[in-house]
């Protein structure tokens, strides 16, 4: 079992969860927001803000898995994109590692620019079909 500590005030991040929740087999994985006193305070090792700014997953061993090693993991346990533990290898690593910790840093920014182009898109859209 895996267990993915994640910001359900990101609209990134609840989006992505909502898809694993498709995904997650019985018991594969426990979603935790970060953003829920309750919820977090099961797990006295994990620091709120460390989790705001990099992805936490937390193994059956008992290993924080960061950033990309956490993303990775969690699509392995609901079986899904085995194409991505090719940003482990070595050299790619860096550079994947580099990007998602641009990614991460601009998240929010990000999920702004990307739900006003959906919108000015599905505007337009509507103005055509009126």
Sequence with gaps: MLTLF???NCPLCAAEIRKLKGYAHKGALVLIDINNDEDLSSFPMLD???ALNTLHALDDKGQILLGLDAN???WRAVGKYP???VLRWPLIRIVADCCYR???NN???ISLWLSTRACKEQCAVGERHE
């Design 6 to 8: 994640y910001d359900g």
């Design 48 to 50: 709120y803000h460390a």
């Design 72 to 74: 990775v993991a969690v």
């Design 83 to 85: 194409w991505l533990r």
């Design 102 to 104: 641009i990614f991460a």
């Design 107 to 109: 998240r929010h920014r």
